[in-house]
């Protein structure tokens, strides 16, 4: 009788847990139809006299305004003319992600390493290859704010009062002016919540100053703060708020809210009994609903949010995409989201190693790459074909983002072709000139 009462509290679990995920994302679906798609009028003037009128008009998404991005192994693209298997990662890059960011090259470690003896050749590289594909870039990152990561740098580690404050002015006026109009926005000082090397030599107000220095040299940046365990811990969120709002009352012009998850594998396997290494093994499961309203918590901050830093890490390659595709419904669903951005990709080029990579060391997809391109392409893309009415115009509802725009004269077979940036929300009527 208890093994038939136990199997039973199993299954009623079961069904209840299956029940809320549906719930959770039928909601999502429903945020992402009111805030990721907009009623469009595409009023057409065509060069022939006779106009659009009755003609087909095929509309094909090309791009989405909403950033999915990907770090960059700088060492990788900086080799893509001579070596084929970097060049085959390069082509990876541009064929599936609109938005970079340097994995390390922009990091101070990177730059400086001994003091004076400045280095940018990696993220020149980067900064190159992602204008050359019309990719946006993200900067990463000003400072880090753990000891750790600045003990590489011997000449930096033990500064103090003035030498320290003017190392860090020195690298301000080094690198935000060297990418300006580059890159859009900057982790300013990486994850404050855990470390306090800067504010423990100068106190809190050294973390406003990068933010206000970091503004004076590029006004039109977005400047973000960056943590990690954000959307599993409400104490966490909760600390993430205070230390936003410390900063703007200390005048640091915060203008975005970074948050990471390299253990996004957590969407799909309960870690505590699924662990799949030892040091994740007891990390609870992390749960979509309880995740937005810990971004809407931080949404009321009214400032973007982007998921800047995004691994998962599993030997399920099933659960890795169901992961992928949990966390990335939830991000593009909450309005305030506006990036998602995976922390690598390939076997050979990913910190976690293989078991976090998307592609195998061949570049076969796993599932997970497979299912973000679905999802990217295919599900969140509008494609659609349309006669024009007697005005020339055609009306039709879609996802935000580049459109080609191509007209047939049913007639003669003509085409004609040109293209239209369809970016803001709700309804809106665009004059297309097509020559």
């Known amino acids: ?83 084929p298997e970097s060049r085959k990662y390069a082509e990876t890059i541009r064929d599936n992600f609109n938005t970079l960011v340097c994995e390390n090259a922009m990091k101070w470690y990177a730059t400086e390493k001994e ?43 033990d500064l103090d009062g003035d030498a320290l404050r003017t190392a860090i002015d020195r690298r301000l006026n080094d690198i935000v002016p060297r990418y300006k109009g580059k ?47 954000i959307l599993g811990q409400d104490d966490k969120t909760a600390r993430y708020i205070k230390l936003i709002e410390k900063l703007k009352a200390a005048g640091a012009p915060v203008t975005g809210i970074g948050i990471q998850e390299h253990a996004a594998e957590r969407f799909a396997i309960d870690t505590r009994a699924e662990g799949d290494t030892v040091e994740r093994a007891g990390v609870a499961q992390l749960d979509p609903a309880a995740s937005i309203k810990r971004l809407d918590k931080l949404a009321a901050l009214k ?22 595709d949990t966390f990335f419904t939830m991000g593009f669903s909450h309005p305030s989201v506006e990036c998602i951005l995976l922390w690598g990709f390939w076997e050979k080029a990913h910190w976690l190693g293989a078991e976090a990579a998307l592609m195998d060391k061949n570049f076969k997809p796993y599932p997970a790459f497979e299912r973000y391109r679905e999802i990217v392409f295919k599900r969140w893309r509008t494609n659609t074909t349309l006669i024009a009415d007697s005005s020339g115009a055609v009306n039709f509802r879609g996802f935000l983002g580049r459109y080609r725009v191509t007209i047939t004269n049913p007639q003669n ?8 940036d369809l970016n803001a929300s709700g309804r809106q009527s665009v004059k297309l000139v097509i020559k």
């Open 1 to 83: 009788m208890l093994k038939v009462s136990l199997i039973v509290f199993l299954l009623m679990s079961l069904f209840q847990a299956s029940t809320l995920m549906a719930d959770w994302r039928a909601d999502a679906e429903a945020r992402i139809e009111k805030h990721r798609k907009g009623d469009f009028t595409l009023t057409i003037e065509h060069a022939e006299s006779s106009g659009a009128a009755g003609k087909t008009v095929t509309i094909e998404q090309v791009s989405s305004t909403f950033h999915f991005g990907v770090a960059v192994a700088e060492k990788r693209l900086a080799t893509r003319h001579t070596d």
């Open 115 to 157: 003091a004076g003896k400045l280095t940018y050749d990696g993220a020149d590289e980067v900064v190159k290859f992602a204008a050359e594909n019309n990719q946006s870039l993200r900067g990463h990152c000003l400072f880090w704010a753990k000891r750790k990561f600045i003990e590489s740098q011997k000449w930096l580690v």
């Open 183 to 229: 890159v859009f926005c900057w982790d300013v000082n990486n994850e404050m919540l855990d470390g306090d090397h800067y504010e423990k030599a100068l106190g809190f107000d050294i973390n406003a100053h990068m933010f206000r220095k970091a503004r004076e040299l590029d006004p039109k940046a977005l400047l973000f703060v960056n943590e990690y365990a």
């Open 303 to 324: 400032l973007p949010i982007h998921l800047t830093e995004i691994s998962f890490k599993t030997k399920d390659r099933q659960k890795q995409a169901e992961a992928l």
């Open 413 to 420: 077979g003509a085409v004609a072709v040109g293209y239209v």
